[in-house]
């Protein structure tokens, strides 16, 4: 197998874990049980020994993806003289079916000839646990049995099956209208449990399923222009939502480069606070509030938690597991290529240890929201919030770390600064709407001290814009948020000012860096990396609410031609418009919800 472009990838999953599915029909990246579990097919990272599920019709020809409308299911068309076939793919959502085994993880893959006698090859070939373990593999007349360390993964299947080198093999032919179930499943309890037992039938899950998908969807309330795209990102957000415990992954891959051959190849598939809080935000505008109440549920558990050291981490870490663990140390898979020879490839994140004060403030503002949009904070649940307050009121001089990790040292960082006042600012609001007791006058002073501060240290004169941390030039994309979250009227000639040294020193054909990398702070890595998708939506929003829509319009327009032939962004986009980073990113959906929000409101403002 050859790598195929990050982009050439749709997703599937059943809120526990994803698949990527290439146009070939090919499944080069799922772990299983967990979304942070070893991986079972990982051939994204190495073409040869990752591992890899692809059912493909034989013919030469053209390929097509496509979503079914509304849901999660994604259809592979392979077109040729001979004849058109098709492969439907989707994990069925358990818990919310009838009957449904809540142990049971399940990829159904559904072979169909649309016209013609179409030939088709099947090969499932696992390679577990990072494709460090090595399986056995037991044929039987049903399908195969692959058996390591203990656990054991089935594939069913419709016709006979052959070993070849570890993997399933089967060629079959399908006329015109016919159809062919596979299943590849993992229970987590195998006890007593015959893996190869007579799937349900694929029809049945199929229906089930897209009934799921499109009921979730209808609950939404968005109506405003560019709905389709603003459904498929709610539908990918929704994905990346672990089911047992509410949390959000920030994407469901790791090792994937931010540069081609680049060391820039981080584990993204763990929860932190700051993508989280955005996305139960983005949860919270489509009206969503089940996803969003959940996900608090989980964050005030963390907020609930006291480190053992927290006069250095804080009250909070900035990223956990999905089930809540604080534990993420950071290794590197040295027996893998990396995609497309792009190593180390890592697994965990030693960033976890980082302090990034910025959290404080994204977490009190999605608070702030779900308890006016959602429910309203109950007595315990504002203690815990008074005492992160009083840290933040103590320690927002800190330099840190920084929104996006850099590993060069830290420092008194603008960003950071700005969001420490918008825990303090929504910490006010919150109680003064809900008449709570905290110092209100000491909480207000502090939050008018740190807004003097950013004015005076965070402005350049001789550049007229904010810049990235205390006494430098540099600029840094995530000033963009200044006026969004309300720090700054919109149309301040200071945020006027920043707007345009960021078009002129960030952008390239509207897509936006994040800083300026050898400039400013460094981020302690070698190489490059491409623009940051968010930060074009960021963008995008600073324009509209500065009355600039003409122009928010078109770069928004041009953002969603970045998106690959499903809708879906990884985390950057490359020089050639190529996707770069992990993939699908919850970061650039949640943006994309929130721009489509904010530019159609401006819109209809100004028509209306």
Same mark, same amino acid.
């Given at each position: ?14 809120? $526990? ?270 009206? $969503? ?118 590993r060069g040292g830290r420092q008194q960082f603008v960003y950071s600064k700005m969001q420490c006042w918008v825990a303090l600012d ?110 074009t939506f960021w963008l995008v929003e600073a324009m509209a609410r500065a009355g600039r829509l003409d122009e928010a319009r078109f ?33 650039? $959906? ?19």
């Open positions: 197998m050859a790598y195929k472009p990050i982009e050439s990838y749709g997703v599937i999953g059943d809120m $526990h874990s994803v698949a990527l599915v290439g146009t070939d029909g090919s499944i080069d990246w799922c772990c299983l049980p967990h979304f942070d579990s070893p991986s079972v097919f990982a051939a994204i990272l190495d073409d040869k020994k990752g591992g890899h599920f692809q059912i493909a019709a034989t013919h030469e020809g053209s390929r097509r993806q496509m979503y079914l409308p509304e849901t999660n299911v994604l259809l592979t068309r392979f077109l040729s003289d001979e004849g058109v076939g098709e492969v439907i793919d989707f994990m069925p959502v358990r818990n919310h079916q009838a009957g449904s085994n809540s142990g049971r993880h399940q990829i159904v893959r559904i072979a169909h000839a649309v016209r013609g006698t179409v030939h088709f090859r099947m090969q499932c070939k696992p390679a577990f646990d990072f494709a460090r373990q090595s399986h056995r593999l037991v044929l039987d007349e049903r399908g195969a049995v692959f058996e390591v360390s203990g656990m054991k993964f089935a594939l069913t299947s419709p016709f006979p099956v052959r070993g070849h080198d570890g993997a399933a093999v089967a060629d079959f032919a399908l006329k015109a209208g016919e159809k062919a179930t596979f299943v590849f499943r993992q229970e987590e309890d195998t006890r007593s449990t015959d893996l190869l037992e007579a799937p349900p039938s694929g029809e049945e899950a199929l229906e089930n399923t897209v009934n799921y998908w499109r009921r979730w969807l209808s609950r939404g309330r968005y109506e405003g222009r560019w709905r389709e795209m603003v459904d498929r990102s709610a539908l990918v957000l929704k994905l990346l939502t672990f089911e047992p415990t509410g949390a959000i992954v920030a994407a469901p891959t790791c090792g994937l480069p931010e540069e081609i051959g680049g060391v820039r190849n981080w584990d993204y598939r763990y929860t932190w606070i700051r993508d989280a809080a955005f996305t139960a935000y983005a949860f919270l505008r489509l009206g $969503h509030t089940e996803e969003a109440a959940r996900f608090m549920h989980w964050l005030f558990k963390r907020v609930a938690e006291k480190e053992e050291d927290e006069s250095e981490a804080g009250p909070l870490r900035i990223m956990y597991g999905i089930d809540g663990r604080h534990e993420l140390p950071e290794q590197t898979l040295d027996h893998l290529e990396g995609y497309r020879g792009s190593k180390p490839v890592r697994v965990g994140n030693a960033a976890s240890h980082q302090l990034q004060l910025d959290i404080y403030g994204e977490l009190l503002d999605s608070v702030y929201l779900y308890d006016k949009y959602g429910v309203p904070i109950s007595y315990d649940g504002w203690l815990q919030l008074r005492r992160m307050l009083d840290w933040v009121r103590q320690n927002w001089e800190r330099a840190d770390d920084g929104i996006w990790e850099v929504r910490g006010l609001r919150l109680a003064l709407k809900r008449s709570l007791p905290i110092d209100l006058v000491g909480l207000r002073n502090e939050r008018d001290r740190i807004y003097e501060t950013i004015m005076e240290k965070g402005w350049n004169e001789d550049r007229k814009t904010f810049v990235q941390y205390f006494g430098s030039d540099a600029l840094d994309a995530s000033n963009l948020l200044m006026p969004l979250v309300l720090f700054i009227s919109p149309r301040d000639p200071r945020m006027i000012s920043t707007i345009d040294q960021t078009v002129d020193e960030l952008v390239s054909d509207s897509l936006v860096y994040r800083y300026e990398i050898g400039k400013g702070a460094g981020d302690g890595l070698t190489g490059q990396e491409g623009t940051f998708s968010m930060c770069t928004f327009e041009k953002m969603l031609t970045y998106a690959n032939h499903l809708g879906l962004y990884a985390e950057q986009i490359g020089p050639s418009g190529e996707a770069l980073g992990n993939f699908p990113q919850a970061f650039t $959906h949640l943006g994309l919800i929130s721009a489509a929000f904010g530019l159609n409101r401006q819109l209809a403002k100004k028509a209306g």
